[in-house]
């Protein structure tokens, strides 16, 4: 009777959303028209999800994934189809998100 021996190579796990060639996620899909709501929608992407400076460079302020995110270039996307301008976009984000609730001065 002969023995044999069955060699498996295993491979690392993938980091979440990171393919195996180190290709991240799809874009998010744009909606086949852009509405007031998507719009809505996109100014709190690209105000929640702006950069912010960090000792290892630049992140998204939301999630500290490396920025910009896939939800700041979704918000950028569809802001631009409404018609805005980079400058325009840049100056919401300066601004704040205007649905967003008052902080308290401490």
Excluded at 58 to 70: E, G, K, L
């Amino acid at each position: 009777m002969s023995s044999t021996t069955t060699t498996r190579t295993v491979r690392p796990a993938t980091a979440l959303g990171v393919e195996e060639s180190g290709e991240t996620l799809r874009e998010i899909p744009l909606p086949p028209y852009v509405t007031v709501e998507d719009a809505q929608f996109a100014v709190r992407a690209v105000v929640v999800h702006a950069p912010r400076r960090w000792s290892g460079g630049t992140v998204c302020r939301n999630d500290a994934s490396p920025h910009p995110c896939r939800l700041h270039r979704w918000g950028r996307r569809v802001l631009a189809l409404r018609g805005l301008r980079a400058a325009e976009i840049d100056a919401l984000i300066e601004q704040g998100d205007p649905a967003a609730p008052a902080r308290p001065v401490a």
